[in-house]
């Protein structure tokens, strides 16, 4: 059975991981805002090195949302008792 100190350091660990998802999400919103606002000028007008570069940014705030998630779920195994 885990301690207070245990649920306490959990707790915060668990957090800290909700902050870091929640950046990582917005900034990804962003981005993928910025794509949109991109993609919403007649096609001559494109640019796609801008638009290459963007979605570029996207994927790797999307990895770290995946990453972001993965260490908060990293925190707590299945079948962990805590009370």
Partial sequence: MATQADVDALTA?????????NTAVS???????????????????LDLAALQAEVAT???LADAVQAAVAS????????????
Avoid: C, F, N
């Avoid at 668990?14 to 902050?19: G, K, R």
């Avoid at 900034?27 to 007008?45: F, G, H, K, M, T």
């Fill in 13 to 21: 660990a668990l957090v800290a991981e909700d902050a870091e998802l």
């Fill in 72 to 83: 908060a779920a990293a925190l707590v195994s299945p079948g962990d008792q805590l009370i």
């Fill in 27 to 45: 900034d990804l919103q962003a981005s993928v805002a910025a794509i949109a606002a991109l993609l919403a000028v007649p096609p001559a007008q």
């Fill in 58 to 60: 996207s994927q790797t």
